[in-house]
């Protein structure tokens, strides 16, 4: 009971037991001026006080009380007819309370009325019989608090269906909301409010995350990922975002968690990503058979041009060591004729002789025996001069072999290493010593021009690590079913970070505009394929050395 109950109470039992109208009337006067409802029944169950206010508020017509003190069942009746009460017959509706009345039990209820207000009703028994009934008017208050339930109701619609577990924690990481959605985080649910972030994970995933929520705490947001177990049972990625949340003053005073099954985005990332790598490899592969094309079409022009080369050249090669040969005859007859000569002279006339004295005066002059011995040597001269221009010529055209047309034949690798060196060796043959370990290897079934130009690759990669002058080494070895190739150098060597990427597409340690960093990566795919592998091992500041390692026989496929 209120204090204003109370009060009330007292007041009405005095009004019953005072038989003063002098003060009967002041009592009334008084509780008519009450700010709530407040009817007086006596023992009887006639109403003897029923003020202003109780009037107003439940709509009662003054002339019902004009006059005369009406019973208690005659307000019920009045009541029922107007439907205060609901459905049912009026009469046996005011029966009913009146014989509820009859028991003079305390009581408390809210009610709402059908013209939208709400009372809070009170009844309490009085000493001596009767009691009293206190009407108060909650309707805003009621209104206020369905208000703030259908809030409630709406922020708990809103919040159930955020996607994604959403919990406050307060500053000792005790849960004191979480919505309804069914990621399991921790095992936090509705429901579980009050309990810890420890006690709602356990000691294994408390130990893992704990640390992105103190951080949270000191003020920082926080974000991890993990694996977790879905509802449903299977396995997924769970990600989590915790944010301070502050106090006025700006003391943090607890945190937002939410929790996300990221599983799905995970997984579209890693397809994305493997998808990208997949578009990166074609993407590299459409260059590097776009180059390996352009260099076939080097090649097939080298070829075609090294034809055309030969053929001009050996045309006039041909004829000029053919008269160098018949030269050397003349010039042999025209010296022996020479040595025939003089002692015939020296038979036939007077040593003072004028003709053998001009005889021996145009031998001084001539030198001849220098001339005997420089034109043989100069004859020689021109003959390994056209040797060289015919090796280099036919150089050329091994090298080029086959040009756009190449086919797996049978070929020597180290007959391939020797033309490709004499055209690698142009503009560094001043500079670098070469050395040659060769093995003796027979020939093996290849693409002999790719081979070449693998070796091109590996022979002026060497020579450009060899800054001054320094030594390129070319060995050849074989084991029952393979066959290798080394090309090492003394050059400057290659970092050890560079070595896993040596053979990427367009990765080049050369200055900008020196180099495509396509060489290896071409050379890589020629290798493989042939079926074999190249491998490298290099020391800065000692030098590097390729292996091509390569079958004896065309891989199948």
């Known amino acids: 009971m209120t204090d204003l109950t109370h009060a009330v109470a007292q007041l009405s039992a005095r009004a019953l037991i005072d038989s003063d109208a002098r003060h009967w009337a002041e009592i009334d006067m008084l509780i008519d001026h009450l700010p709530v409802g407040v009817a007086l029944v006596d023992a009887e169950q006639n109403v003897r006080i029923f003020n202003r206010k109780a009037r107003q508020m439940l709509d009662f017509p003054d002339s019902f009380f004009a006059g005369r003190t009406p019973s208690l069942r005659e307000l019920f009746l009045f009541n029922a007819r107007r439907g205060e009460y609901g459905a049912g017959d009026p009469e046996q509706l005011a029966d009913a309370l009146v014989e ?76 004191v909301y979480s919505n309804r959605r069914e990621l399991v985080f921790g095992a936090i649910h509705a429901g579980d409010a009050g309990k810890t972030l420890h006690e709602l994970v356990g000691d294994p995933v408390y130990g893992e995350i704990e640390g992105y929520f103190r951080q949270a705490l000191n003020g920082q947001p926080s974000a991890y990922q993990r694996p977790f177990r879905r509802p449903d049972g299977s396995s997924g990625y769970l990600q989590v975002i915790t944010t301070p949340h502050r106090a006025p003053d700006g003391e943090v005073i607890g945190l937002f968690s939410l929790g996300q099954d990221v599983t799905d985005i995970m997984r579209a990332e890693a397809e994305l990503k493997a998808r990208n790598t997949e578009l990166e490899a074609a993407n590299q592969a459409l260059a590097t058979t776009h180059q390996q094309l352009v260099q076939t079409e080097k090649l097939a022009s080298i070829g075609q041009l090294a034809a055309g080369v030969a053929h001009e050249i050996n045309n006039p090669v041909g004829f000029v060591s053919a008269n160098l040969s018949t030269l050397g005859t003349y010039v042999g007859n025209l010296l022996a004729l020479a040595d025939a000569c003089e002692p015939s002279l020296r038979e036939a006339v007077p040593a ?32 390994e001069g056209l040797d060289r221009v015919r090796r280099i010529v036919q150089d050329l055209r091994d090298f080029s072999r086959a040009g756009g047309n190449d086919q797996w034949q049978c070929a020597s690798l180290e007959a391939g290493l020797d033309a490709t060196l004499n055209i690698a060796l142009t503009d560094m043959k001043h500079r670098v010593t070469v050395c040659k370990d060769y093995g003796g290897i027979g020939p093996i079934e290849c693409l002999p021009s790719q081979l070449n130009q693998v070796f091109l690759n590996l022979i002026v990669n060497a020579g450009h690590a060899i800054a001054d002058t320094g030594t390129i080494t070319l060995r050849t070895g074989q084991t029952v079913d393979r066959v290798w190739v080394e090309v090492s150098d003394s050059g400057c060597g290659i970092p050890a970070e560079h070595l896993g990427r040596l053979f990427d597409p367009f990765f080049t340690t050369k200055p900008v505009g020196q180099g495509t960093g396509l060489g290896l990566a071409l050379s890589y795919g020629i290798v493989e394929k042939h079926g074999g592998q190249i491998t490298v091992h290099s020391t800065v500041g000692e030098g590097t050395t390729f292996r091509v390692s390569l079958p004896r026989v065309r891989p199948p496929g």
Request: net charge negative.
């Open 352 to 383: 003072d002789s004028p003709a053998l004295c001009a005889f021996k005066a145009a031998q001084a002059a001539a030198d001849l025996d220098f001339l005997r011995e420089d034109i043989v040597a100069l004859l020689e001269e021109s003959r």
């Open 100 to 175: 509820r009345s009859s028991k003079r039990e305390p009581h408390q209820l809210e009610r709402d009325r059908p013209d939208g207000s709400v009372l809070d009703i009170r009844g309490e028994p009085l000493p001596g019989g009767g009691f009293v009934t206190i009407w108060t008017d909650i309707t805003a208050r009621k209104r206020a608090e369905r208000d703030a339930e259908a809030r409630a109701r709406q922020l708990d619609l809103v919040m159930d269906n955020v996607p994604g577990k959403l919990s406050f924690f307060d500053a000792n990481l005790r849960c």
